[in-house]
């Protein structure tokens, strides 16, 4: 059996996470022994799982892995992490967190740590993914995750909402969550007068600039009791700072793109969505990734049919749109993701490893690139090779649309610059997506110049 550790299991003492034949574990430690009885004996496992605040999981023997117990969580269908997510799901995220925090309290039990990481995504659901973040509650002490809970939650959320929702990209350079004291130097002096923020944020970084720790503005925590009800006060103020920030998108090309820039009549979109239908039938994927999504059109065709889909667009008003709609009717099998195809999330942390890249996520099952290629080829002058070598990489099977230099869009495009992109022809599009790919399929849409081409990977 080939047995590997999971990037980013080796910080944690209490046990670690691996992969066995493509199946995930994880290892508990005996010095976690205490809280994990704790933890399934108060009721608070059951409690979380009949919420479904926590992914379940059953315990399992395994004698050649030396550990207190072994664990096999419920599988997530793919990982994300708070870089791709959008505003929306950050503040679900974070809500989530406290909803945990306050339900372990109720049990005697109390989050030793708030990452971000400990969150994941089906579908419109956050779900908690970390067994080992609980521990027994103590008077003695303050909440030790407070500080973490601020720089991963409620700093990133602050930037978002309040100054540029493109800030939550920082998140791939500050691996631990938004410093503080950097979060004070961007957000408008006016946030000052918003009480949560001004407690958790700015009275937070000053004391921590001091050196004093975190609740030096409420006494030295060393000479005090941190009590229950004290403890379940700052959860709800956090609570009620996370709700405050809002953020309200503006209408951008994209997010606004089906209604003013779609370049089909409606027989040719109606044409376009059964082929769409037809490929989902003939393929059943389990797992589908729709690049350059937008706000999840086509993506809701296998999503509605019970197919896990990843939608994903580079545009945060588009993936915040989807996000919500997918939020308001409760779809389970799609996960809106902000992903740029021309940067696409990278390998991070320690040894580049701790967050898998975007592309170590892959392969899918199903591809889907609807009206993408002309933009990667002519707007970020990627020649058609790379595209090719691109797409083998994640994809098993390929759903791919070719938008020729006499449609409109691509006119719309060359306007204000010189053609010098001699090689987009179909002609050298099909020659060099045959090198990777086996044609299956190629249709003529409706009402225009378009083609779809659905391919298989060459083994």
């Known amino acids: 059996m080939n047995k590997r550790e999971l990037g980013a299991s080796f910080r944690d003492p209490s046990g670690s996470v691996y992969y066995e034949d493509s199946i995930l574990y994880r290892k508990i430690n005996h010095c976690y022994k205490e809280d994990y009885e704790l ?9 979380l799982v009949s919420s479904n605040s926590i992914i379940p999981h059953v315990e399992v023997k395994d004698e050649t892995v030396p550990a207190y117990k072994i664990i096999k969580p419920e599988a997530i269908p793919f990982i994300s992490y708070p870089y791709e997510w959008c505003f929306s799901q950050l503040k679900e995220a974070a809500l989530l967190t406290l909803k945990i925090q306050k339900l372990a309290l109720k049990h005697g039990m109390s989050l030793k740590d708030c990452s971000f990481y400990n969150v994941q995504f089906l ?29 991963h939650f409620l700093a990133p959320l602050a930037l978002m909402g309040i100054v540029d929702v493109r800030l939550g990209q ?37 004391a921590q600039k001091s050196g004093a720790g975190t609740f030096k503005t409420v006494g030295k925590a060393e000479n005090r009791k941190f009590g229950i009800n004290s403890f379940y006060g700052l959860v709800e103020s956090l609570e009620s700072a996370v709700r405050g920030i809002k953020w309200r998108p503006l209408k951008t090309d994209w997010a606004d793109y089906y209604s003013k820039r779609e370049s089909y009549s409606c027989q040719g979109a109606d044409y376009k969505k059964k082929v769409v239908e037809d490929v989902i039938v003939k393929i059943s994927p389990r797992l589908v990734c729709d690049l350059g999504a937008n706000t999840g059109l086509y993506s809701r065709i296998p999503s509605s049919r019970g197919i896990y889909t990843i939608s994903s667009d580079f545009d945060p008003a588009c993936i915040e749109g989807n996000y919500l709609y997918a939020l308001e009717h409760k779809d389970s099998k799609i996960l809106p993701l902000l992903l740029d195809v021309v940067n696409p ?43 090719s070598d691109f797409l083998k990489k994640i994809s ?35 020659n060099e997506l045959a090198k990777d790919f086996i044609l299956s399929q190629a249709v003529k849409i409706n009402d225009s110049k378009r083609v779809l081409y659905l391919m298989r990977r060459k083994e």
């Open 39 to 47: 933890f399934f004996s108060s009721g608070l496992y059951d409690e």
């Open 123 to 151: 579908g419109f659901r956050p779900v908690f993914i970390d067994t080992l973040s609980f521990e027994k509650h103590s008077d003695n002490r303050p909440w030790t995750a407070y500080g973490q809970f601020c720089r």
């Open 170 to 206: 920082l998140l791939k350079s500050y691996i631990d969550g938004l410093p503080l004291d950097l979060a004070v130097s961007l957000l408008p002096r006016s946030c000052r007068f918003n009480i949560g923020l001004l407690m958790h944020i700015y009275m937070h970084s000053k």
């Open 345 to 387: 999330s990278p390998g991070i942390g320690w040894e580049n490893r701790e967050r898998d890249s975007f592309l170590e996520r892959g392969p899918f099952d199903l591809v889907i690139a609807l009206a993408l290629v002309h933009h990667l080829a002519i707007s970020n002058n990627l020649p058609l090779r790379k595209i």
């Open 396 to 430: 098993k099977n390929l759903l791919i649309e070719f938008v020729p230099k006499d449609d409109d869009m691509v006119k719309e495009m060359l306007v204000l610059r010189e053609d010098i992109f001699k090689e987009y022809t179909r002609e050298n599009f099909e």
